[in-house]
């Protein structure tokens, strides 16, 4: 047992420890908004079976057995078929297995369901849940690995989160299925097996905001998802060597700049993580505009780490080099202050396995 | 076929050693269909494939050391260690390539085939698919596509009653007709049953004469099993979910069982039959052992191939 303090009450009350999966946050969020509200559906390949969706969606079938559907391999369709009823009134969620696959839906999510409710002049909303699983793991190669969430947050009228642990991926899938709009949960399939204290009851957190994981002065990172993950890391390597500041940037549309210009001008100094190539991706967004803010002084140049402008190949003997790692990280902050470099080699389970870490 | 099996049979075991990195679906069970397809079309025909493309490639003569390395994810792999099982290629025998994104194959097939006609070839193209990826729309574009512009393209649909763990009665309404859509579309349509290597066999060289001969495209729609769990090295029967296949019926109609009792009726004798099987598996055991010890792709070839 362990002491929480629940946000609205006065008094602490004795919760139990709760120590859950990525996947099993996932799949209770949706089986308490299930209970919740009768307008919500899941549908997508394999969401019905006893372990569907990587345990995302494990045992829904059993008790919503028409609400949870399993379909046809055919995403242009299904998920069309899902914005066409949430146009109508039902809050689908629509589940793709790798990101890859959405594409083939594309023009659903991207040009009807982003465009709906601005090119019909407002009150027309589509409330959907995209879950979407972005590849990283040993052997998916350069289809099944895609980290493409630049894409998503390049196109307006879609509300896009990347949780980054079990709570955050309870709370946000509430919260997206609260609101009134399509909301894409681009979920790093590296961090499914990650557990965490989550609170049992029904909980939200917001879609729009980040989150500072740990204050500091000398240093902001900003981090998202498998990449927040790492940088979380790091900072045991580091140590009180440099003072980091990390946030979880959480929405990549909209961006929380209000909590990052705020870190940064208390720090001067900027470094983002991304775990997909280097070209237009969050942290150059991120890097741009604090670029263009006339009251932010930086004192030495913002630092961007990412994976190489190619696709991901299959060898581990070549994703081996592939992700910014957590000595990646530690390292860069380091030499940002001049001090000593870590020398430390990771692993082949480090390096290619998914982590199963208890975060706090 | 018997290579075919034999290879995977011993990447099983490779597999289960925790030696392959890549993602592996095995063939196991559907080796009829890729030979019996593939035994009708010569070296300069086409053939691309998907996921689970093992088969098909060694079937259309890919180099088995080439695939065995690339599943181990080594330099001297088909695809130098960047592709992995799910990407297969060897086009010295004109396997143009496989990939995993469902359906997406099936419309490159038809560009291989509109340029043998662009090109007033004389040669034919040939994809392998399954049931699951027959519904993507874009498969339902292609027949369209290939029946105007009369490609030589021939759709091998490898219906094995699964996609992943779901049935055809959970994917399809009970009055789903193939045959029907793709007549519909204009498209010449057979059913083999794929576990007899004689009746895929036929049933390819009526289709592909016929492409051959400028009838336009075809379906060969091949009714299967496949043996083992969609992406694991294990037979699955546990797990409970193969209603429809269970495994006294997966191995009674073992293909590999009844081109060997077909063989030996034919008057091949045993020993003839077992020194054949044996001097494969030899084979297979040299390749792999060569792909065990070769050497791993060097770092700076991350950065190479992004342009050809
Ligand atoms: C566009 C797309 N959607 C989903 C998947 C995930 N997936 C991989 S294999 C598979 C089953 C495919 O079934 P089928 O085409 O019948 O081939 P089989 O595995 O039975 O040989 C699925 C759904 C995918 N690879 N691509
Ligand atoms: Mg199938």
Redesign the interface.
């Known amino acids: 047992m362990r002491l929480i303090r629940k946000k609205k009450l006065s008094i602490p009350i004795y919760m139990p420890e709760r120590i859950i999966k990525y996947s099993e946050a996932i799949q209770e969020a949706t089986d308490q908004m299930m209970g919740a509200d009768p307008r919500v559906f899941i549908i997508g390949?394999?969401v019905?079976?006893p372990k569907g969706a990587d345990g995302t969606t494990a045992g829904l079938k059993s008790t919503y057995p028409e609400r949870v559907f399993?379909?046809?391999?055919?995403?242009?369709?299904f998920t069309g078929m899902a914005v066409g009823a949430a146009i109508n009134g039902l809050h689908p969620i629509v589940h793709h297995g790798r990101v890859?696959?959405s594409l083939?839906a594309a023009d659903q999510i991207f040009t009807q369901a982003a465009k709906w409710n601005y090119m019909f002049g407002g009150g027309h909303p589509v409330p959907i849940v995209f879950r979407i699983n972005v590849g990283r793991q040993?052997?998916?190669?350069?289809?099944?690995t895609q980290a493409l969430y630049a894409l998503f947050g390049n196109v307006p009228g879609l509300k896009v989160v990347i949780p980054s642990s079990p709570k955050m991926a309870k709370g946000l899938l509430v919260s997206a299925l609260k609101d009134k709009n399509p909301v894409v949960m681009l979920e790093p399939r590296w961090l499914f097996n990650i557990k965490q204290n989550v609170p049992v009851q029904l909980f939200s957190e917001p879609l729009d905001k980040a989150v500072i994981i740990k204050e500091g002065a000398e240093v902001t990172v900003v981090a998202y998802g498998d990449g927040l993950f790492s940088a979380r890391e790091s900072l045991a390597l580091v140590g009180d060597t440099v003072d980091i500041e990390l946030i979880d940037i959480v929405s990549i549309n909209p961006i929380d700049y209000k909590t990052i210009f705020q870190s940064v001008k208390k720090t001067g100094r900027l470094l983002c993580v991304d775990t997909t190539n280097g070209a237009f991706n969050v942290g150059s967004e991120v890097i741009a505009q604090v670029a263009r803010n006339k009251s932010i002084k930086l004192k030495s140049n913002p630092v961007a780490l990412s994976c190489?402008?190619?696709?991901c190949?299959?060898?581990?003997?070549?994703t081996?080099?592939?992700y910014p790692t957590k000595v990646d990280i530690a390292n860069a902050l380091l030499s940002t202050f001049k001090k000593p470099l870590i020398n430390q080699t990771l692993s082949f389970e480090e390096l290619?396995l998914a982590p199963t870490d208890t975060i706090q | 076929m018997f290579l075919i099996r034999f290879t995977e049979q011993a990447l099983v075991e490779l597999y289960l050693k925790h030696k392959?990195?890549?993602?592996v679906h095995f063939y196991v069970g559907q080796e009829a269909v890729a030979v019996g397809v593939c035994n009708n079309l010569r070296k300069e025909d086409r053939v691309l494939g998907n996921h689970r493309s093992h088969g098909h490639y060694l079937a259309k003569g890919g180099d088995l050391r080439a695939m065995i390395s690339e599943l181990l994810?080594?330099e001297g792999?088909s695809?130098k260690?960047?592709?992995?099982?799910?990407?297969m290629i060897d086009t010295s025998v004109n396997f143009i390539g496989s990939?995993?994104?469902?359906?997406s194959v099936v419309p490159l097939a038809s560009g291989a085939a509109f340029e043998q006609k662009y090109n007033k070839r004389k040669d034919i193209t040939a994809v392998f698919f399954g049931d699951?990826?027959?519904?993507?729309?874009?498969v339902y574009e292609t027949l369209n596509l290939s029946a105007l512009f009369a490609l030589p393209l021939l759709f091998v649909v490898e219906n094995n009653l699964y996609?992943?763990?779901?049935t055809l009665k959970?994917?399809?309404s009970a009055n789903h007709n193939v045959e029907k859509i793709v007549t519909g579309f204009g498209v010449t349509y057979l059913k083999a049953d794929g576990n007899d290597y004689e009746d895929v066999f036929e049933k390819a060289r009526m289709l592909t004469k016929g492409i051959r001969a400028g009838a336009g495209p075809a379906v060969l729609e091949c009714m299967t099993y496949r043996h083992m769990a969609h992406s694991a090295p294990i037979f699955d029967d546990a797990a409970g979910?193969r209603q429809e296949d269970p495994l006294e019926r997966r191995l009674e109609r073992d293909p590999i069982k009844k081109v060997r009792r077909s063989l030996l009726e034919s008057g091949i004798p045993e020993n003839t039959l077992v020194t054949l099987e044996e001097k494969i598996r030899t084979s297979v055991a040299e390749s792999i052992q060569c792909a065990v010890d070769a050497p791993?792709?060097k770092?700076e070839?991350?950065?190479t191939n992004?342009y050809a």
Do not use: C
């Open positions: 390949l394999g019905s079976y399993d379909v046809s391999v055919s995403e242009h369709g890859e696959f083939l040993w052997g998916n190669g350069p289809q099944h190489p402008n190619v696709p190949p299959t060898s581990t003997a070549l081996e080099f592939f290619h | 392959i990195m890549s993602f994810g080594k792999g695809s260690g960047k592709g992995g099982s799910m990407h990939t995993p994104i469902l359906g699951g990826a027959f519904e993507e729309g874009v996609s992943v763990n779901s959970e994917r399809r979910y791993y792709p770092k070839t991350l950065y992004l």
